[in-house]
């Protein structure tokens, strides 16, 4: 199953390297090119991830893994009713989670709170990732898109999430989507551009890997399932077809692109899960904290748990661990 | 035409559901005569660890309902084993406690025991707790709070013994995980169906079956458990390695004892796993 798809993939590549750099030329060419993309293969790729999910992973390897999804996290806060001393807090956590565990990736915070996170986090190595362009609904215009990712790149945010217009593209404005991305991408200058997709309002997979390429070639840097806000949000096998799209445009380009899932991924074992589609997916190249990040808020605590249980054999509490 | 037996397929009650035990062990259940009764499930640290998860969450629904509320809930659990009483009494007898009669003595001691538990539920806090005077213009109150998820070795009694530990931690507002008793696990788990169709949200009870020496340890060094009852552990050296483990996060631990079940059981158990909350409440404003 798994082999016919690399072999369409592949087929796929070779035909569409050479007009690659001009597919976005117009959006009749872009909506040709995603459209030609192969359709995913919906059982397929479900079951593939449900299989990878039962891989069992023990002892010294979970040790291991417990660490790097550690390192990986994205540790986020977005509520309406963050402050500055939650943020400060949150960000003691990031640079020290607890014990000898490795800090983490990255603070996620809102874009007024980004000068907070900046000042707490100075000089430990945790990146400030910030959301916006509207974020969650990304419902304005470019002009308040972009003026917003200014003022959080102006804050100090080394990474910036946006949010694509769904409603364009799924009403088929694919030309819009890329110009937006490649609106607020300038406006990034040195950050990072993390391009969410938000999945769960995507309705298909074939309709995820078309965004994944959109995003790609519009010049993300990372491309993130979901906000968070929208139910489903990061599945299995939405990050399945996200892996398979980055390794097949590193394939195309030579141009390596980081995956995201966000939203939804609680406890050590969803996490691991995740880290094994990685590895059997794109590969080990992807396997860092600068290809994969894990955004979460109350995953970081089972994980720290699950570390102690290792380290003290005896199942942990969470009394003995911070609050989110 | 004679018609085939359905067997029941004895499992764990966990968070209200009925599992198969997460290893997928079991382990025959015989008769004192050596007669084999049924398979039961043989409970792994897993399943343990899920219980604890299950009654955790569980914990602030049940201890935050009316004690109004947790009696009538328990009088239900009473009326739903009276309905039953052929049936436990039959299992009972099978199980070799005694003959018929002196089974339908044990259920009816336990429908009585589930009653007068159930009476405690809203007069707990008067008569453990109290108006303390002291030297100022305050008013001092101590009032008993349950103490969260407790871990509770069942003694050897299948039913009445059960009933005796279980019932005294959860009407006060505790959740709990019960191992049942290992050589006659069987009446727990048909207690847990009563438990089941009884408004006992799921969670506030959960019963595993298996080895006591593979379980309780893992019980009492789990962080998230607050109590350990070890009524049921007779081997002594098992007892002490729980109480040190249990050591470790100050669980409030009942040792193990020999008790007569049949006598009036007083209120010690319950405010085992109790704790007091005191409050100073400034007078006149």
Known sequence: MEDTALVGDAVMVSTMTTSLADVAASGATLRAFLHGLPGVDRVGADQRAATLGTRSIKTTAKAKAIDLAISMVDLTT????????????????????GGDAPKVAAVCVYPDLVAVAAEAVRGSGVKVASVATAFPSGRSS?????SDTALAVAAGADEIDMVIDRGAFLSGDYLKVFEEIVAVKAACGDAHLKVILETGELATYDNVRRASWLAMLAGADFIKTSTGKVSPAATLPVTLIMLEAVRDFRDATGRQVGVKPAGGIRTTKDAIKHLVLVNETAGDDWLTPEWFRLGASSLLNDLLMQRQKLATG???GPDYFTLD | ????????????YIGGAFPRSESGRSYPVTSPKGEFLANASRASRKDARDAVVAARKAFPGWSGATPYNRGQILYRVAEM?????????????QSGQGGKKAALEAVDATVDRLVWYAGWSDKIASVHGAANPVAGPYFNLSSPEPTGVVAIVAPADPLLGLVSVVAPVIVTGNTCVVVASEPSPLAAITLAEVLATSDLPGGVVNVLTGRQAELAPWLAAHMDVNGLDLTGVADADL??????AAAENLKRVLRPVQEDWTADPGIGRMTRFLETKTVWHPVGI
């Open chain 2, 81 to 93: 084993l009276e309905g039953r009483r052929a049936q436990f009494a039959e299992e009972l007898a």
């Open chain 2, 239 to 244: 007892a002490l390695q729980c109480e040190q």
């Open chain 1, 142 to 146: 470019l002009e308040v898109k972009v």
């Open chain 2, 1 to 12: 035409m004679s018609r085939l037996s359905v067997r029941k397929t004895y499992k764990l």
């Open chain 1, 314 to 316: 005896r199942y942990a």
């Open chain 1, 78 to 97: 977005l509520e309406g009713a963050d402050t500055a001393g939650k943020v400060r807090a949150m960000c003691t956590k990031a640079v020290r989670p």
